[in-house]
């Protein structure tokens, strides 16, 4: 579904993502880890069109979009969730969700119930303003936000930070479940190695801004994913 090839990215003159090569297919979790400064985020703003391509090619569904606006990725069937529990703070979680399903007319309803089904915490705090929630509840409402628009591709930007560890597993949860059976593909950037690799299909290590380990998820796999991003 996503294809990255050869991928330099950088702001300015100054390259920071040098020669990416990975996929993502339809249903698959892949994970990139790293340490502070290694790349990751900019790798996710360049795979959705926030900063230009400078070398290699994105593909996606099979089109060519290296050149495509970040809203016509969207489109597509892209969906990101940045860093930072994302969320509108003065308005309750029901309107924050109806900000986004009131846009799909007569699917509204269905597609407000699948994203709230996936976070049912989230039923409880229906009526209390999203500021008002923890962060890991906000982050639960920033995934169910864009799981409204029913995304070929998630992609998600340490959806980890700041948030309780009970919380953290219920999120790892909801990932794998909207992988495995909404068959949506997954790029989850993260700093929490054994959050991101133990239940992933795949993994990638990248440091200054290129790939120096990769292998399949699994709990096996985290110490060696750990032992790469010390090197």
Same mark, same amino acid.
């Given at each position: 579904m996503l294809e990255v090839t050869g991928l330099k990215t950088g702001y300015g003159k100054v390259?920071?993502?040098?020669?990416?090569?990975?996929?993502?297919?339809?249903g698959e979790w892949v994970s990139i880890v790293g340490n502070n400064g290694a790349g990751k985020t900019t790798l996710l703003k360049s795979i959705l069109g &926030? &900063?230009?391509?400078?070398?290699?090619?994105v593909t996606f569904d099979g089109v060519d979009i290296t050149k495509t606006a970040p809203n016509k990725r969207i489109r597509m069937g892209m969906a990101f969730v940045p860093q930072g529990q994302q969320s509108f703070g003065q308005m309750t979680v029901d309107e924050n969700l109806h900000v986004v399903a009131d846009q799909y007319g007569s699917e509204a309803k269905a597609r407000y119930d699948e994203a709230v089904a996936a976070f049912p915490v989230l039923k409880e705090f229906t009526?209390?303003?999203?500021?008002? &929630?923890?962060?890991? *509840?906000? *982050? /639960? &409402?920033? !995934?169910a936000r864009a799981l409204i628009t029913r995304p070929k591709l998630m992609i998600l930007d340490e959806p980890t930070e700041g948030i309780q560890p009970n !919380?953290?597993?219920? !999120? /790892?949860?909801? !990932?794998?479940?909207?992988?495995?059976?909404?068959g949506i593909g997954v790029i989850l950037v993260e *700093?929490?190695? /054994?959050?991101?690799?133990?239940?992933?299909?795949?993994?990638?290590?990248l440091a200054a801004g290129?790939?120096?380990?990769?292998?399949?998820?699994?709990?096996?796999?985290?110490?060696?994913a750990k032992a790469a991003m010390r090197v």
């Open positions: 390259s920071v993502v040098n020669d990416i090569d990975f996929s993502v297919a339809p &926030l &900063l230009p391509v400078t070398g290699g090619t009526d209390r303003r999203a500021g008002l &929630l923890s962060g890991g *509840q906000r *982050q /639960q &409402l920033s !995934i !919380i953290v597993a219920e !999120i /790892q949860q909801s !990932i794998r479940s909207m992988a495995e059976n909404k *700093q929490k190695v /054994q959050f991101a690799v133990e239940r992933a299909d795949r993994y990638y290590v290129r790939f120096i380990g990769t292998g399949e998820g699994g709990s096996a796999a985290v110490a060696e």
